[in-house]
């Protein structure tokens, strides 16, 4: 685990350099086709440094704030959009704005999404749920489960995880910056469709940076052909991108080529959520209880999830290397207290 945490730096140092470069040299390019030219060894090398890595978390870590999120950034900035626009003022807010899936909360009171703190019984729920969960593993319990249950408990281990280590990057990086950094998550199992569960709840920093770089070209480019209904290819695009983004985040996991589940789970939900658009604009039934609507969604996430998305995970025993790297991480913080009480 020290050789892989001193790749994992490795990693970080050269993502380092690399955004240096962007924020010293391709900066001073005008936009357009030109600065694009000056990034791409950029976008090969964020695309290239998670395969010095085989842990798990540092793999995903890597390849969704570099080869996902800081490409997609950079391919904006090189046209002077998203939010390396304006050029931040100096290179630890470009470094941070760039790499990590964060963006400030400028105008709260216009936002969409609700930017209270989380409510600390909230919290603490979270924390004990979690705490569940690691102490089932640790005395494999986990073992024992029909395999539904232990899909469900994997997938909520799953989002507490993310939104843990997010909303601590979130955290800190608020600190650093002195400003206000949005949430990544937004309370998703209160989610009452899936334009809500995806538009305004789940890791907003990614329906965010989809929006400017596939769905609005998109729509504008079939616009002329197909008129309104461009919106809706914008949709589908965005969903279809965002499935081949997680087939790389498994590719690097995995090492072994896509089966294509996972860019079926998002094409699936991209098809469904334009029907559910397409029945609210047309008012064809009345819209459901609140409570009614959460469950249904909750439900169609959850059982197409493990359908389609966490199939490749259970074949690979990749939930086993996740179980295995957070047990190791509760065992070295065990022993750390241990050494400073005695």
């Known amino acids: 685990m020290e050789e892989e945490l001193r790749n994992f730096i490795k990693v970080w140092i050269s993502a380092l350099i690399?955004?240096?470069?962007?924020?010293?040299?391709?900066?001073?390019?005008?936009?357009?086709?030109?600065?694009?030219?000056?990034?791409?060894?950029?976008?090969i090398i964020f695309l290239l440094i998670p395969l010095f890595v085989s842990s798990v978390h540092f793999c995903v870590i890597s390849t969704f704030f570099l080869s996902w999120l800081a490409n997609f950034k950079l391919l904006l900035f090189a046209f002077d959009q998203g939010p390396l626009t304006p050029l931040p003022s100096n290179l630890s807010r470009f470094f941070c704005f760039a790499s990590f899936p964060i963006k400030t909360n400028q105008n709260p009171s216009s936002n969409r999404v609700s930017h209270k703190p989380m409510p600390k019984w909230v919290l603490a729920c979270k924390i004990m749920v979690f705490s569940f969960l690691l102490r089932l593993y640790g005395n494999n319990y986990h073992n024992s489960l029909p395999r539904s249950a232990y899909l469900f408990i994997f997938t909520i281990h799953i989002y507490l995880e993310s939104e843990f280590i997010l909303a601590s990057v979130g955290a800190l990086l608020s600190t650093l910056l002195s400003c206000e950094i949005e949430p990544v998550f937004n309370d998703p199992y209160l989610a009452t469709s899936l334009q809500d569960f995806?538009?305004?709840?789940?890791?907003?920093?990614?329906?965010?940076?989809?929006?400017?770089?596939?769905?609005?070209?998109?729509?504008?480019?079939?616009?002329?052909?197909?008129?309104?209904?461009?919106?809706?290819?914008?949709?589908?695009?965005?969903?279809?991108?965002?499935?081949?983004?997680?087939?790389?985040?498994?590719?690097?996991?995995?090492?072994?080529?896509?089966?294509?589940?996972?860019?079926?789970?998002?094409?699936?939900?991209?098809?469904?959520?334009?029907?559910?658009?397409?029945?609210?604009?047309?008012?064809?039934?009345?819209?459901?209880?609140?409570?009614v609507s959460s469950l249904v969604v909750l439900a169609f996430v959850i059982v197409t999830a493990g359908w389609l998305f966490t199939p490749q995970v259970m074949r690979n025993n990749v939930d086993k290397r996740v179980i295995s790297e957070c047990l190791f991480v509760v065992d070295v913080v065990k022993s750390q207290v241990v050494r400073i009480l005695m």
């Open 198 to 291: 995806w538009s305004r709840r789940w890791n907003l920093m990614v329906p965010s940076i989809l929006r400017q770089t596939v769905h609005i070209p998109v729509q504008r480019f079939t616009a002329p052909f197909i008129g309104k209904q461009a919106f809706y290819a914008g949709v589908l695009a965005t969903f279809t991108v965002s499935g081949l983004m997680h087939e790389l985040i498994y590719y690097y996991i995995i090492r072994k080529s896509p089966t294509w589940e996972v860019t079926c789970f998002f094409m699936l939900h991209g098809v469904v959520l334009c029907a559910e658009m397409v029945a609210k604009r047309m008012r064809l039934c009345s819209p459901p209880h609140r409570a």
């Open 18 to 43: 690399s955004i240096s470069y962007c924020y010293y040299i391709s900066s001073k390019i005008s936009k357009g086709f030109l600065r694009l030219l000056s990034l791409l060894p950029i976008f």
